[in-house]
């Protein structure tokens, strides 16, 4: 059981290209989300994705895209990558809302560095 | 809006020393709180959870009381130890808000032999 997975670890860019950030999970969550962390901000939201086939923009969507592959993978895609998109992104998934049960689990995170 | 407000670190502690991380909340409903805890190079990880007003969250040694009259959930261990050195977050998941997590900023430990 690996939980949830990224590819890349580390990804360095130059500004203006492009790229996607690979996520998957094996626990049969309904929801996934994407973070980026910034020192002194913490964990800020991206996206997220309630459930399979519905995306929904978080605190800080401008720049990224996201796609709901299937139930098991969410890739998040860098059009266009600018010096301020430097950071490390996390993926997470949980259960559907309710019960309790809205715990979220987090990959092991992708750093990328914007030049 | 929702929103958490967690203690400034960084805080540096002997081992054995008692540790106290300050953690308040805003939220519209009546959310979930967590503690999540980033050890370096890792992921985020569910340290303990508590879902309703006066549950107290408890895992290694570390528990947390979810206060609704002072919108608190402040992270306590009687004795730390150096493997405790981390990154500790508060959040929470607030229903009303479509079970979005809101992060705390985040306090690094450092627990010295």
């Known amino acids: 059981n690996a939980g949830v997975t990224q590819t890349p670890k580390f990804q360095v860019l130059k500004t203006g290209q492009s790229m996607t950030l690979q996520c998957a999970q094996d626990m049969n969550h309904n929801s996934m989300y994407w973070y980026r962390q910034d020192p002194g901000m913490g964990l800020r939201l991206i996206y997220y994705s309630a459930s399979e086939g519905t995306t929904d923009k978080g605190e800080v969507p401008n720049g990224y895209n996201v796609s709901r592959l299937n139930k098991r993978e969410f890739s998040l895609r860098l059009e266009s990558a600018a010096p301020s998109q430097t950071s490390v992104y996390f993926c997470a998934s949980s259960e559907a809302p309710g019960g309790g049960q809205e715990t979220q689990y987090f990959g092991p995170g992708t750093r990328l560095l914007v030049l | 809006g929702d929103s958490v407000t967690q203690m400034e670190g960084p805080v540096t502690l002997s081992e054995e020393a008692f540790l106290t991380i300050n953690c308040t909340y805003t939220?519209?409903?009546?959310?979930?709180l967590f503690w999540y805890v980033q050890y370096p190079g890792e992921g985020l990880q569910l340290l303990l959870k508590a879902t309703k007003a006066d549950d107290k969250g408890s895992n290694k040694g570390f528990e947390a009381t979810y206060r609704k009259e002072t919108t608190s959930f402040h992270l306590e261990k009687g004795s730390v130890q150096v493997s405790d050195s981390a990154v500790y977050f508060c959040?929470?998941?607030?229903?009303?808000?479509?079970?979005?997590?809101?992060f705390g900023t985040g306090t690094s430990l450092t627990v010295i032999p």
């Open positions: 939220a519209t409903g009546y959310p979930s």
């Open positions: 959040a929470l998941s607030d229903r009303r808000a479509g079970n979005q997590f809101y």
